[in-house]
Structure formats: structure tokens, C-alpha cells
């Protein structure tokens, strides 16, 4: 088993020590395949190349949508990721900012960056890529879900050249570099939005691949880009395959109808590191789960009684039952992969502690309260041991499970929810937005109602300043900070699972959730 990872060098040593259970026996699922296109080859296999053609990938999410600036889905942004460039791409070993589109780039002041672009590159249409085409981008940009947060702090994009582009902030955004590397800002042709319906439009990129064929529900393929400016893929085709239960995805790996899985069942983990046609590959996600407190809901709004949940809580149980050691303990309120994070002492599992904080907050004999939940196995079974750990400390829980969109509502900021579970991902866009976006009083994820004028001003203060190792010593603080306010209270990184065939190779490491299989390839 091959294990790619930062700062869990030795976290999954004993990931595997799982329960063996019996594999599920189901039928053969039909494996679609897309309609043969752009001269590709009948068989999986294209002679004289020393590469299989096609590598089919199951993951545990469907392909969304086309519309690039508009959609969330990190499953549909890792096949963006292969189909168009933005102008900047995060180097996920080093954590820098690397060259795609824009070949090099200066801050001509406080708030003016230039950037020259690559030459000679083309859309998927044959137009030509230029600095119009990123002035058109990102203006599209401005009115759309996904991308208007990210350019949230530009005022205007000028074309100075046809491979020369400036974009002047509003005010200093020393994390703009970041935010133009989300998938949303990918740059698109404005020669194809004049020539072509939008919805043929949006599909123009200049990346390694292009799209072959949407099966909206069953499957999505992209084929090799013949003229990317780049390293030119080694296999022809990738086709995402939607296969929704993770058993029947398992067997598609094991049989070969598939050749990689995402998020196989962490009981079923063991069977693709033993089986010796198969290997397994673990990334830290994006993802940091999290028990948020609403600050604005008593007795939650008592700094004291949020410490004590803090010290009750045993996030080791969690990671041991319920992700049976498939996650990595993280005390921080940001993701370790985030190249401003600190380590912080955080919270250890203290009950004595807890006890006597709740005593000195007014509550020596308790409370109760409600947590709320979705349906997800996880989440219900992380508030099913948060219910047992909080009652040996005297607090009650009630646990409330509802639908997506009912939670979704009652979390939103302003909501009266007392505690809750959930899931934040936003490491990759820089320490701005990694804890604006959760903590700052207008952050739009904002779910515990977090209203504190240090944090807004130590945030509003620090994306400004241009010395990096003083930013370092800022977030640091915050960081520290924050956690002592103990209204988030992490309780894992969760993990990127993947199942392979073990002749699989060329992978890249994925930015979190977003998995780069542009130099991807079997070899014959």
C-alpha cells in the first residue's frame, strides 16, 4: 500500500487493523460505455502506444454540471481540473503558487498585479487564448455563485497586450495569487461564447483533455487533447463512471470493469491493500470535520460551557469507531495542509475538566441540549458518541437528524441551532480565507455565529500585509486565538480513499478533494 501524505507521515501505520467482514455478493453491473469519438481506437487498448486507452474511474459522487463558475461539487471540479486551466495552479507538494496560463506575474502596487501569459496555447474550439480571454472570465465571473467569491476583492480586469492582463483590487488581497487557482476561475473562450450556444461555450477549455460525452447520471468522458500546450496525456480517454453504492463500486474494481474507486466502505479497505491485483492510495482530504456551538444560543453563548464540551469530547473515540482509524486527530480550527497553519495545545479529553468548568460557567449539575444532524452514517454515529461522552459530564443531548436542505437552513448564519456537525473544506485559497470564512462575522459560512471584533480586525488587517513571515506570526495568534474561543471544536481530517489497479501510475497528488489524473496512464 502506497501512502501519500504531509503531515500524516505516520498517522495511518495502523489504519488498516480493520475488522474483516464477509465481501457483499451482488450482480454484474452493466458497465456503459461512451460513443467512440475524435479517432479513438474500438478497444481499451491502442496499438503501438504502450498505454491503455481508456482508465475508468467510479467515484463516490456523480458529475454535476458543465458550468464551471457555477458549481461546488469537488468531484466535478476534478474533472475540470483536467479539462481547463486557470491562470495559476497551487503546487500541492510545495504549497506555492506555479505558472499554468500566465507564464510569470508581479504586484505592480498594493493592489495592481500583471500577468503575462503563455503564447501559442488554444481552446478546444481552435480559437486562440489571450489576454481578452481572461478579461471575459473573470467579468462573467462577478455574476456567477461559484466564482464571485473569489473575485470578491477585484475591481477590474484591463487588457494591456494580448498576452499582458492587470487586475486592480479594491484594496490589498495578499491572497488573491490562491483564490485564482479554485476550478470556478478557470479561463474560458470568448470567441466561443460569440460562435457557439453556452452551453457548447462553457465546454471550450484548454486543458489536457476536452470533453467526449455527458450521460447526465451514468456517466462523463473526456478525451486527450491532441494540441494542449503542455505534457500530453498518456491515455486516450478517462471515463467517470457514476456507481453510487460503495460495495458495488468495489466489486466493479475487483472484477475490472473499473480501474479506480473512490471511497470504498472503511471496512472494505483491507481487502483492496491484501488483494495483489489492487492497491490502495491514502490522501488527507480537504475536509476537517467539526462540532460547531452556536454562540448566539444559550448556554452555548457562555465561553466557559463551550470549553467544557471541548475537554468532554474524546475525538480519539471518533476516529476509532467511527472512521475505525481512517482519519487524523487535528487540534487546530485550520487544515494542516494549509501553509499557515500552527500547532496549537487544543483541547485534550479532560471529563474532570469539563466538570469544573461547567461548575464555574453556572451549570455544576448539567444541562440539556439539542444537537442537530443530517442523515449521513457518519455524522449520526459521531453525535451517538458526542450524546455518550456529554452525560458523563452531565449534559443531556437530544440528537435531531434531518434532511440536507432543512439542515442547511437551520445552520445558516443567523440560525438558532444550539450544536451541530458538520464538514468544512477551504485550506487551498490561502489563511484569509481559511478563517474568514468560518470565523469573520460576515464570513458566509459563518455557522456559529461568530461575532468577536478581534478576529474581524486581525483578519481584515493581516490579507493586507505583505511580509510573510509577520502574516505567519499573526495567523499563528489568531489561530490560538480562535481555538480558546471553542466554538469550533475539529475532530478530524478526514481521508481520500482510493482504490486502484495496481499497474495504476502518474497520478498526481490531489489538492484535497481534487484529484489530478491528467498524467494518468496504465502501461501494456
Known sequence: MKKQLSFLSCILSATLVLAIFAGCQQSKPDAPRPNDSAGSANSSETQGTGYKDEIIFAPKLDFLSMDVQNNVSNLTKSVYFWVYNTLVELDVATQEVVPALAVSWSQVSDTVWEFKLRNGVTFHNGAGFTAEDVKFTYEMGFENSSSKSRLDTVQSVEVVDEYTVQIILKQTDMDFLYKLTDQALSILSHEAYETMPKEEAVQMGTGSYKYEEWKQGE??????????????????????????????????????????????????????????????????????????????????????????????????????????????????????????????????????????????????????????????????????????????????????????????????????????????????????????????????????????????????????????????????????????????????????????????????????AILDFRTIYIPQ
Open 219 to 512: 456517466y462523463v468522458s473526456v478525451i486527450a487533447n491532441d494540441n494542449f500546450w503542455g505534457e500530453k496525456p498518456k491515455t486516450r480517454r478517462i471515463v467517470v463512471r457514476n456507481i453510487p453504492e460503495a460495495a458495488a463500486r468495489l466489486i466493479a474494481l475487483q472484477t475490472g470493469e473499473v480501474d479506480i474507486i473512490q471511497g470504498p466502505n472503511s471496512t472494505d479497505l483491507n481487502y483492496i491493500a491484501e488483494d495483489p491485483n489492487l492497491k490502495l492510495e491514502q490522501y488527507p482530504s480537504s475536509t476537517i470535520r467539526y462540532i460547531d456551538m452556536n454562540m448566539t444560543s444559550s448556554p452555548f453563548d457562555n465561553q466557559l460551557v463551550r470549553q467544557a464540551v471541548a475537554y468532554g469530547t474524546n475525538r480519539e473515540e471518533f476516529i476509532a469507531a467511527v472512521y475505525l482509524g481512517n482519519a487524523a486527530s487535528v487540534l487546530n480550527v485550520m487544515h494542516p495542509d494549509n501553509p499557515f497553519f500552527h500547532d496549537v495545545a487544543g483541547y485534550s479529553y479532560d471529563p474532570e475538566k469539563a466538570k469544573e468548568l461547567l461548575a464555574q460557567a453556572g451549570y455544576p449539575d448539567g444541562f440539556s441540549a439539542t444537537m442537530i444532524t443530517t442523515q449521513a452514517a457518519n455524522d449520526v454515529s459521531i453525535c451517538t458518541l458526542f450524546q455518550a461522552q456529554m452525560s458523563k459530564i452531565g449534559i443531556q443531548i437530544e440528537i435531531q437528524s434531518m434532511e440536507s436542505a432543512a439542515f442547511n437552513k437551520a445552520i445558516a448564519p443567523g440560525g438558532t441551532y444550539q450544536i451541530m456537525i458538520s464538514g468544512y473544506s477551504g485550506y487551498t485559497f490561502g489563511p484569509d480565507s481559511a478563517l474568514r470564512t468560518p470565523f469573520h462575522s460576515s464570513g458566509r459560512l459563518n455557522y456559529g455565529n461568530v461575532k468577536d471584533d478581534y478576529i474581524d480586525k486581525t483578519l481584515d488587517e493581516a490579507v493586507s500585509i505583505n511580509d510573510v513571515v509577520q502574516r505567519q506570526k499573526i495567523y499563528a495568534e489568531l489561530e490560538e486565538y480562535i481555538t480558546n474561543l471553542a466554538s469550533f471544536y475539529p475532530v478530524a481530517v478526514e481521508m481520500t480513499d482510493l482504490g486502484m489497479n495496481k499497474d495504476v501510475e502518474g497520478m498526481g497528488l490531489p489538492n484535497g
